[in-house]
């Protein structure tokens, strides 16, 4: 199963509320964002489930501004009886929405500098090592398609 497939499913498409607490244009930063780390979760499985509470807020945002405008609609047919303001709800859940995504994004950029610190390290080993070999381009090409040869030369390796 390839990465692109286990993260088919788009959460970002769920259906949108009347009135948005999230912009468009954070949720398409979300969401560009979000495409860039498909790459990525393989490397970070703990990916997958950050999207997938991210998703489930998002559903139960959804169930809470549907009850909201329920609310919203009583109180315009009918009178008040010591209600609290409808509003309030969905500006406390997008607070704890931001408590919740900061640090794991937070934890995600960690992440990644500890990743592409390790790549660069190991590319620079493998630079060294290869430099050592003190072989002009030419003779490094000629010296890879011999290694290429002998292993596309074993029974292991199907011809594409």
Same mark, same amino acid.
């Given at each position: 199963?390839?990465?692109?497939?286990?993260?088919?499913?788009?959460? *970002?498409?769920?259906?949108?509320?009347?009135?948005?607490?999230?912009?468009?244009?954070?949720?398409?930063d979300?969401?560009?964002?979000?495409?860039?780390?498909?790459?990525?979760?393989?490397? *970070?499985?703990?990916?997958?489930?950050?999207?997938?509470?991210r998703?489930?807020?998002?559903?139960?945002?959804?169930?809470?501004?549907?009850?909201?405008?329920?609310?919203?609609?009583?109180e315009?047919?009918?009178?008040?009886?010591?209600?609290?303001?409808?509003?309030?709800?969905?500006?406390?859940?997008?607070?704890?929405?931001?408590?919740? *995504?900061?640090?794991?994004?937070?934890?995600?950029?960690?992440?990644?500098?500890?990743?592409?610190?390790?790549?660069?390290?190991? *590319?620079?080993?493998?630079?060294?090592?290869?430099?050592?070999?003190?072989?002009?381009?030419?003779?490094?090409?000629?010296?890879?398609?011999?290694?290429?040869?002998?292993?596309?030369?074993?029974?292991?390796?199907?011809?594409?």
């Amino acid at each position: 199963m390839r990465n692109s497939d286990k993260m088919s499913w788009m959460p *970002f498409k769920i259906g949108q509320p009347k009135n948005q607490i999230v912009s468009k244009t954070v949720e398409r930063d979300v969401e560009r964002e979000y495409n860039k780390l498909q790459k990525y979760s393989s490397v *970070f499985p703990s990916l997958n489930m950050a999207v997938k509470r991210r998703e489930q807020a998002l559903q139960d945002y959804k169930r809470l501004q549907s009850k909201v405008e329920k609310y919203e609609e009583k109180e315009k047919t009918g009178p008040h009886h010591g209600q609290t303001a409808p509003g309030q709800g969905g500006a406390e859940f997008y607070h704890s929405l931001i408590d919740y *995504f900061q640090p794991s994004f937070e934890a995600l950029i960690r992440a990644q500098v500890v990743y592409f610190t390790e790549m660069h390290n190991i *590319f620079s080993e493998l630079t060294d090592q290869i430099d050592q070999a003190g072989l002009s381009g030419e003779q490094r090409e000629r010296e890879n398609e011999a290694k290429l040869s002998e292993l596309r030369a074993l029974s292991l390796v199907a011809d594409d």
